[in-house]
């Protein structure tokens, strides 16, 4: 099926809990209530004619007013696939797990948990999995500004080019 | 002797250790010698790449996309261009593709050349590495008479590749794949068939294939699993649909289905595959530009897209925002590699310490393309 007529499908179930359907700009998707995506996830992974059997790619995007996650299941048996997305508030955003559905949920989140600060609610794992355990903050948001220093090491480094201009002089 | 149970000994693996491919961290229960579980900690190689991305701009993050992966740095480079090229409803010349494809396939079988040597490296056979090493040397000569360079290439553009082949370049690459495909035979009957090779590999680790796509497995270790899926033949892109190739898959023949020997021969099955595309693609490559004619000051629509390339470690999907500006908004690489870890803490539990290392290298894990 064709990624618009999936997302038509998952609409034509559940009514006014997909909130939007963007047109293609290159790829469609779907906005969906926070609250609904356990059940959106399941309908679409068990549903025999989209059998959504993985969850190929999980990330966040920090927009300023808003952090959303975007969900790209991909169904192997019918070699077709959509794209989900929930948008939360910017301060202590929340949201169900599917790591129950699919198991590759698991690092993904931890991923999006440790760099955006999304809370995956019912995650069994959810600790920060790039970043040190004791970092500060979470740097893929705009608004993330580095430490000056790590542990005493620092994090910023006079630049060599300068450094020979004033030799010169 | 099952019943026999000793005192939960907990062992750190890594980060510095030969046998884990870059920089990883294993904490290891394990029960005399044989694990409870394993548990990865990765990020040491964090490089924030997906940050830098933000930072640079379109045309500008082409040579970072190099590090992602280094050692199949050609996927990421077309992944890249591929992504911007969507976005922006560019159109890349002919023989621009044909560039492509033949150094991503060069780049496909050194690859696989490393993983199988590293593989039979990490089970304790040393001899084949050097092998497979001079192999490999062969091919980096002729990408960098391509572009420059040995490792980080970074010879795509958004539109096409940097360079034409050089002069001569044709007839250099045809008599490598003449040598190659005689070493091949060489290297199997070397170490592939070797009787104590396959019983350290038949039968551990089999992954079935409910599993590897649950856990979203890519590429030769979904193969191994007796899928056939390559996103060559199934999402077709690039000028792959005018190539006749097979997708090798595991059968079992050794153990079971999607054992580490499975995910092994898939590995050695498609360097031959890759060969056969390279000899068609070098023979059928028409005249023309490389470079499509893009604007200076690239500035794709807003809009989002997500592209897949089947990298020598699977699937790659390269999800970009942009929000009309020359710097994108957000980027993510989704790698075969990060998927292959997850599934390690699961597959780990009942295993042999020893056997950890086989499992690591069978999946062909880069820590670089783990962590980002």
Redesign the interface.
């Known amino acids: 099926m064709e990624a618009l007529e999936i997302l038509q499908r998952v609409k034509s179930q559940f009514g006014d809990r997909v909130l939007e359907i963007s047109e293609k700009?290159?790829?469609p998707?779907a906005v969906i209530d926070p609250g609904a995506i356990v059940e959106v996830g399941r309908f679409m992974h068990e549903d025999p004619e989209l059998a959504m059997?993985?969850?190929?790619?999980q990330?966040g995007?920090?927009?300023k007013d808003r952090i959303e996650v975007?969900y790209?299941l991909f169904s192997?048996a019918r070699?077709h696939g959509a794209?989900l997305k929930v948008k939360l508030p910017r301060d202590n955003p929340s949201v169900a797990t599917l790591e129950g559905l699919?198991?590759?949920a698991?690092?993904?989140e931890r991923?999006i948990f440790d760099?955006l600060g999304v809370n995956f609610e019912g995650h069994s794992d959810l600790r920060?999995?790039?970043?040190?355990e004791d970092w500060i903050g979470h740097?893929?948001r705009k608004d993330f500004v580095e430490p000056p220093e790590y542990h005493g090491i620092s994090t910023v480094r006079e630049s060599p080019i300068v450094r020979l201009d004033t030799k010169k002089k | 002797m099952s019943t026999l149970h000793t005192e939960e000994m907990t062992l750190n693996m890594g980060p510095q250790h030969p046998s884990t491919h870059g920089v990883l961290r294993f904490v290891v229960r394990a029960d005399g010698e044989v694990m409870r579980e394993a548990i990865p900690d990765v990020g040491y190689l964090h490089r924030s790449i997906e940050k830098i991305a933000e930072k640079v701009g379109y045309r500008g993050f082409m040579p970072y996309t190099d590090r992602v992966d280094y050692v199949c740095a050609m996927f990421t480079n077309q992944g890249w261009g591929m992504a911007c090229e969507k976005l922006a409803g560019i159109e890349v010349p002919r023989r621009g593709e044909y560039c492509r494809v033949i150094a991503a396939e060069f780049n496909r079988i050194a690859s696989h050349l490393l993983a199988v040597g590293s593989m039979a490296m990490d089970i304790g056979a040393i001899t084949p590495f050097a092998h497979v090493i001079r192999e490999r040397e062969m091919i980096n000569d002729l990408i960098e008479e391509l572009c420059g360079a040995r490792l980080t290439f970074n010879y795509m553009r958004i539109g096409g590749v940097g360079w034409d082949l050089p002069q001569g370049w044709r007839e250099k690459a045809l008599k490598y794949l003449d040598h190659f495909d005689p070493i091949l035979e060489e290297y199997n009957s070397l170490i592939s068939w070797n009787k104590i090779y396959v019983e350290r590999l038949a039968g551990v680790a089999a992954v079935s294939s409910a599993d590897a796509i649950n856990y979203n497995l890519v590429g030769p270790n979904l193969r191994a699993c007796g899928i056939k899926w390559d996103i060559r033949k199934d999402i077709p892109y690039s000028v792959y649909p005018e190539f006749e190739f097979e997708v090798p898959v595991g059968n079992g023949n050794w153990g079971k289905l999607g054992d580490s020997m499975d995910r092994y021969v898939v590995r050695i099955r498609e360097m031959a595959e890759s060969s056969k595309i390279l000899r068609q693609a070098l023979a059928k490559i028409p005249p023309g530009p490389v470079l499509a004619k893009t604007v200076r000051n690239f500035k794709p629509p807003a809009g989002e897209c997500q592209v897949r390339v089947e990298s020598a470690r699977g699937d790659m999907g390269w999800y970009v925002v942009s929000d009309g500006t020359g710097y994108p908004w957000r980027v993510h690489v989704r790698t075969g590699s990060f998927a292959a870890m997850g599934i390690i803490q699961k597959l780990s539990a009942g295993l042999m310490i020893a056997d950890l290392v086989t499992l690591i290298a069978s999946l062909d894990v880069i820590a670089p393309e783990i962590d980002r």
């Open positions: 700009k290159p790829d998707f059997d993985c969850l190929s790619n990330s995007v920090d927009y975007v790209h192997y070699c794209v699919w198991k590759s698991n690092w993904m991923e760099l920060r999995i790039l970043m040190p740097p893929l």
